[in-house]
Structures are given as structure tokens and as C-alpha cells.
């Protein structure tokens, strides 16, 4: 089975509208007295993160596309650029940009396995422009 990549056509979501939040692998053991107890439920945990992306009515449609058809209403895992990482200069100890040899910044590169999120992706009408709201799981 090969996994579905994210289309390159849609932009990079908006920094506004991002939201991470790692979800909780612990198990709570009940307590008589005191602090709370917890131990692992399971060993490696997911992130949800909400994202926001501004697009126009072509990229909408690029958009409804891949989660429609592709992802079969989301149901199926993709390959996206992490937003985070992905596309950033690195930068050394002091915090400068990291050049290559013909003096252009190098790039970090990252890649998130997911599934949407549980609920379905939210379009708002802005004008000429929709504003599509999405949540992730990013799987381990």
C-alpha cells in the first residue's frame, strides 16, 4: 500500500491557527491519599494538532480532493511536511543561519505521518479566499 503524500499545491498553514498537544499515554491509579498515581498505558504517544490553512478556490478544491478521494474522507494515513520543522533554516549554537557553500541557508526537513483528526475539517468563506480548519493525528 502506498501512503498518500500531502499536495504540494496547498500552502503552509497559517501560524494563527496552530495548535499541538501530545496525547496523554498515562493510566491513572486510583489513590487513597495524596498525589495522583500514574503509570504507561502504552509506550510511544500521538500528537493531535490543529491546523489552519488559507487557500483559494482552486487549492479548496485540491484540498476537498485529497481528503474526499485520496485520504476516502480521511479514513487513510498521509505523509505531510511538518510545519515546525520543515522549510526552517537551521541555525547553529548561536542562533545564525547554517550556509552552504554558495552561501544559501540550509533547510531542515521534516515529514509527519497522520490521519485527520476526529473531527472533519471547518471551511469559512473570507472574501474570495476560504480558511479550512483541520485537525491531525500524528502518529509515532
Known amino acids: 500500500m502506498t501512503v498518500a503524500t500531502w499536495p504540494s499545491d496547498l500552502p503552509r ?14 493510566l491513572a491509579r486510583r489513590a487513597e491519599a495524596g498525589p495522583p498515581a500514574y503509570r504507561r498505558r502504552w509506550s510511544s504517544a ?7 490553512i488559507d487557500v483559494s478556490r482552486a487549492q479548496k478544491a485540491v484540498f476537498d480532493s485529497f481528503h474526499d478521494e ?19 533554516p537551521m541555525l547553529d549554537a548561536v542562533g545564525a543561519p547554517v550556509l552552504a557553500g554558495d552561501g544559501a541557508p540550509l533547510l531542515l526537513a521534516a515529514q509527519w505521518l497522520c490521519l485527520f483528526g476526529p473531527t472533519t475539517p471547518v471551511e469559512t468563506l473570507r472574501g474570495l479566499r476560504f480558511q479550512i480548519s483541520f485537525g491531525v493525528t500524528v502518529l509515532p
Do not use: I, K
Not at 18 to 25: K, L, V
Open 46 to 52: 500521538t500528537r493531535s494538532v490543529a491546523l489552519v
Open 13 to 26: 498553514p497559517n501560524r494563527a491557527g496552530y495548535q499541538r498537544q501530545t496525547d496523554d499515554p498515562r
Open 70 to 88: 485520496v485520504t476516502v474522507v480521511g479514513s487513510l494515513p498521509f505523509w505531510m511536511p511538518d510545519p515546525t520543522t520543515d522549510g526552517w
